[in-house]
């Protein structure tokens, strides 16, 4: 009987040791699309939205927070300033929660007080894009933002 214990207990020992704990990393980095395959607005529609953004010139995109904003404490700040703190919250319809002009050779930093994590927008990715939708998706594991980097305004109306 006592031998009997002892192997079980070897046995149990062995299998306990010998068995690999699976790590799982949280992700977080948001998730980056480049895309210019949707609708969009027209070339003058366009060019009438950059002038009244003041984002005309070469270093000035426009950063876009689409949906998933419901009211939490957003900040948005470059290297240099803080360009926004409020609570932005989706329009149902159209799915926009704000926008705002960026220097696009800074890189920009979108955080909430919510989920405690930040978006990055690079300045190399930036200054290749006029504009910069930045969605959240309270499903996704991880980092919640969505950043999609493009060349097309999608209709804000």
């Known amino acids: 009987m006592k031998n009997t214990v002892i192997v079980l ?49 070469e270093t000035a ?32 319809e159209t799915g926009i929660a704000g926008y705002i002009t960026i220097d696009n050779t800074l890189t920009t930093r979108i955080t909430d007080k919510l989920s405690k994590k930040e978006a990055v927008i690079d300045s190399e990715n930036a200054k290749k894009h006029k504009f910069v939708y930045v969605m959240k998706d309270h499903v996704q594991q991880g980092n919640p933002y969505v950043i999609t980097y493009s060349n097309k305004l999608r209709p804000l109306k």
Request: proline share 2%.
């Open 9 to 57: 207990m070897m046995v149990f020992f062995v299998v306990a040791c010998s068995s690999k704990k699976a790590v799982t990393e949280e992700k977080t980095a948001p998730t980056v699309q480049y895309r210019d395959d949707f609708r969009a607005v027209s070339e003058a529609g366009k060019k009438k939205f950059l002038t009244e953004m003041k984002a005309t010139g």
């Open 61 to 92: 995109s426009v950063l876009i927070l689409t949906k998933g904003f419901k009211g939490e404490d957003v900040a948005i700040a470059n290297e240099k300033k803080a360009l926004y703190k409020g609570n932005p919250i989706s329009h149902l």
